[in-house]
């Protein structure tokens, strides 16, 4: 086979996507995804820190230190603008997993025209992740 063949047919495989959240404050998000919704901290850097990583199982968030906010706070309500969606399983299993720790809902479990099952929380920045699964 050719070296311009087998260039050809190699194509890049996407592994992850790790939306980065602007936080105010990253060791305060860190304990409301850890507290909350049951991720853990991969990482966090300097003092005090001003990133880090929050994951759960395939999912990761990354956490970046601002003093303001990235963006105004009344497009963001007014457009419902999303800072993350993550793909779960079972998204009603993890709708009652987080309403049974007390998570406070943007959004309430819905299925969608399209069929997907639907949520959405607001972190305590105001950054709105939607958990997305299959319909039932």
Sequence with gaps: M??????????????????????ADVGASCEFYTKRLGFAVAFTY????????????GASLNLRHLDESAMSAELRDREGLLSATITVDDAQALFLEFQAAGVVFHQALKTEPWGARTFV?????????LFAGRGQ
């Design 2 to 23: 050719s070296d311009v063949r087998r260039e050809a047919a190699y194509r890049p495989t996407l592994l992850a996507a790790e939306p980065q959240l602007f936080v």
């Design 46 to 57: 300097g003092e005090p820190a001003f990133y880090g990583q929050v994951f759960r199982d």
């Design 121 to 129: 929380v607001g972190d305590p920045d105001r950054n709105l992740i």
